[in-house]
């Protein structure tokens, strides 16, 4: 696994190495003549717009010696004319001559450095942020954040094998029209024998399609089998949070999700009715049979649901 410490020994060394190249490209005789000489005491104008290197700057502090430089560089030739010299030096050279031929080369490979160095960085970069686990609070599901009136107990099956007990609070007193939908699904047997069809790890675990059982059905206790968002009022602030699934604004209907990560950017979209208070083993086995795309390696199965005397 990479570390921070990898990424800083990796980014010195390239740093240096360009450095190096550049310092040679520098000395070179032609480049004196070609007007090219690297002057960090001078301030000349260049650019603003982010180019690549100067992106590099952005991103890491000891990169920005590397791309200043090589930006000092370029602005001079472009603000001296010295890109068409450097072409009729390339193209009258020959095979005589050389020098100028080779100076271009020189110039040409400290740019091409500071750009292999960045690619190089960034690649690192994405390496080491891939490496480390997503924050999750420890992966617990989060304290309540209203009081609870009732529980809902799941008998879970993973693979038609028993795999335990799951136990949601439902936060009557903040949204009781929402809770009462899935207290009387669960009451009336609705949730009996159903999956959770979509499981993606590092994200939720969504049931409640009692009618096509893959995510496209399922009803409300209410008239015209969908209802309203409720309100907004709880949030989704972690692992362990019980919300309604929906296609849209005013959609609810049977299908509810719980997450196993934090997801701020479903508040507002998604009505929060409850949290997971104990099972949270069972949530995280099911959370295993997931996928990236939602499918499961095995059924994960509601047996029986219903409300805890």
């Known amino acids: 696994m990479l570390t921070a410490t990898t990424l800083h ?20 005789p032609m480049n004196n003549r070609l007007g090219i ?10 650019s603003s717009s982010p180019t690549t290197m100067n ?51 020189q110039f040409a490979m400290f740019v091409g450095a500071g750009l292999f160095t960045y690619g190089a960085y960034y690649v690192v970069q994405t390496q080491v942020m891939a490496s480390q686990p997503l924050s999750s609070d420890n ?28 136990i949601l609070g439902l936060h009557d007193l903040v949204v009781p029209k929402t809770c009462l939908n899935f207290i009387t699904l669960c009451e009336t047997g609705k949730f009996n024998r159903t999956s959770f069809h979509r499981v993606i790890p590092n994200f939720m675990i969504q049931g409640g399609d009692y009618t096509n059982h893959n995510g496209t059905g399922g009803r409300s206790i209410y008239g015209g089998n969908k209802f309203p968002d409720e309100n907004f009022e709880l949030k989704h602030t972690g692992p362990g949070i019980v919300s309604m699934a929906n296609a849209g604004p005013n959609t609810n209907g049977s299908q509810f999700f719980i ?23 069972i949530i995280q086995k099911i959370e295993n049979e997931g996928s990236s795309s939602g499918s499961t390696s095995k059924r994960c199965a509601i047996v029986k649901a219903g409300v805890v005397e």
């Not at 989060?142 to 028993?162: C, G, H, L, M």
Request: with cysteine; net charge positive; hydrophobic share 30%.
């Open 55 to 105: 992106v590099a700057a952005q991103t890491s502090p000891r990169l920005r010696t590397t791309a200043s430089s090589s930006s000092l560089v370029a602005s001079r030739c472009i603000n001296n004319n010295i890109y068409p010299k450097m072409r009729s030096f390339a193209s009258s050279s020959g095979s005589g001559g050389s020098s100028p031929s080779f100076s271009f080369n």
């Open 37 to 46: 000489r690297l002057n960090l005491k001078k301030n000349y104008s260049y």
């Open 139 to 166: 992966n617990q599901p989060v304290p309540p954040q209203a009081a609870i009136s009732t529980r809902i107990y799941f008998d879970i099956e993973i693979d038609n094998k028993p795999a335990g007990k799951i």
């Open 259 to 281: 997450t196993t990560v934090a997801t701020p950017h479903l508040d507002g979209r998604h009505v929060v009715f409850g949290v997971v208070e104990e099972g949270w083993d």
């Open 9 to 28: 020994r990796t980014t010195t060394m390239m740093t240096t190495t360009t450095s190096r190249i550049i310092a040679r490209s520098m000395k070179h």
